[in-house]
């Protein structure tokens, strides 16, 4: 087996694409190890001393590290926990699938305006942030603002208030004429 890696934005994080499904669908976010036990090989990277956060992707898993921490000191430990768990035959999430990531659900009269948003966000967006190993997901639209949360590499990315504001703001604003402001969620 044969793991690639590639550096994100975020200098904390890297993407490790091991070459195979990681998740089915959906995306799978674990800003700590608390609740990494829903997760085997979540389980087994946080057990990598310096990981602070691990993300899974379709086909890829995307790991943050502490601070002061260097990726030499723990990159291989990172890359042998992924193998491991791949020869291991165990799932990577215990009990079942990862929940689709995606967006809460919005009724109403914004209801065709917040489908637009999704749209886009599904179609323009959520595709490159998955590329720099993160995803966004859609938390709610009020009084043209639209609420957003990044996770993965993009959490915490020193360029992440710069890609909402700056990128997907714009886009949204350039599409959709209700929207006047993107704001992120914790």
Known sequence: ???QTESTPNP????FLPGQTVLEMGTADFPSAEGADASP?????FGVEGVTGVFFGTDFVTVTKAEG???DHIKPAVLGA???HYQSGAPVMAGGAAQP???AEHDGEDAEVV???KELLDSRVRPAVAQDGGDITFHGFDKGVVYL???GACAGCPSSTLTLKMGIENLLRHYIPEVTEVRPVA
């Not at 904390?12 to 993407?15: G, I």
Request: glycine content about 8%; cysteine-free.
């Open 1 to 3: 087996m044969f793991i």
């Open 12 to 15: 904390a994080t890297l993407k």
């Open 41 to 45: 090989l979540a389980t087994r990277i």
């Open 69 to 71: 921490v260097e990726w």
């Open 82 to 84: 992924i193998m491991e």
């Open 101 to 103: 990531s995606g967006h």
């Open 115 to 117: 489908g637009q948003i």
């Open 149 to 151: 949360h990044m996770q």
